[in-house]
């Protein structure tokens, strides 16, 4: 178990990464709280040591990504209406509206790596280690991404 002071450096560093990986997931303010919450749970109770920064970072965007994943799959999940929609304010905390509504609009396997790359800045070596896929897969997603988003923003391409 972590200490008091741990599990608050982690929330500092880590909180809005964790948000912005759940809302792209998610689309729910209430149910990006409660992964946000069960994260960082996690991480207290999580006993392993990490090797790096680096690391303990991608730890975290992982069990995210899986809790994400597993509340999607759940049966109440799946059989609920949400009633709590995002706002357009929470959006705009975050990122540009536009490109948020554009990129929450691409496919799972196109948001995952646009976000991981663009928003977290990690290259596509890391992206494929972190997502477990083939580096050239990533390299892939990433270009037909950015064309998606280039013919939907009607503008540049990403850099």
């Given at each position: 178990?972590r200490?008091?002071?741990e599990?608050?450096?982690?929330?500092?560093?880590?909180?809005d990464?964790?948000?912005r990986?759940?809302?792209?997931?998610?689309?729910?303010?209430?149910?990006?709280e409660?992964?946000f919450q069960t994260?960082?749970?996690?991480?207290?109770l999580?006993?392993?040591?990490?090797?790096?920064?680096?690391h303990?970072?991608?730890?975290?965007?992982?069990?995210?990504?899986?809790?994400?994943?597993?509340?999607?799959?759940?049966?109440?999940?799946?059989k609920?209406v949400p009633?709590?929609?995002?706002?357009?304010?929470?959006v705009?905390?975050?990122?540009?509206?536009e490109?948020?509504?554009?990129?929450?609009?691409?496919?799972?396997?196109?948001?995952?790596?646009?976000?991981?790359?663009y928003?977290?800045?990690?290259?596509?070596?890391?992206?494929?280690r972190?997502?477990?896929?083939?580096?050239?897969?990533?390299?892939?997603?990433?270009?037909?991404?950015?064309?998606?988003?280039?013919?939907?923003l009607?503008g540049?391409?990403?850099e």
């Amino acid at each position: 178990m972590r200490s008091e002071e741990e599990a608050n450096r982690a929330v500092e560093q880590y909180a809005d990464m964790v948000r912005r990986i759940c809302f792209l997931q998610l689309k729910n303010y209430a149910d990006v709280e409660d992964i946000f919450q069960t994260v960082f749970l996690k991480y207290v109770l999580y006993s392993g040591t990490f090797e790096s920064d680096a690391h303990e970072k991608a730890w975290f965007i992982r069990v995210t990504i899986n809790a994400c994943k597993d509340l999607l799959k759940s049966f109440f999940h799946q059989k609920t209406v949400p009633l709590d929609i995002i706002t357009e304010a929470a959006v705009a905390e975050q990122v540009d509206r536009e490109l948020l509504t554009a990129v929450l609009s691409l496919q799972k396997k196109y948001k995952d790596v646009i976000y991981l790359h663009y928003f977290e800045g990690y290259s596509a070596v890391e992206i494929a280690r972190i997502l477990g896929g083939n580096e050239n897969t990533i390299y892939s997603r990433i270009s037909r991404a950015r064309k998606l988003l280039k013919k939907q923003l009607g503008g540049e391409e990403l850099e």
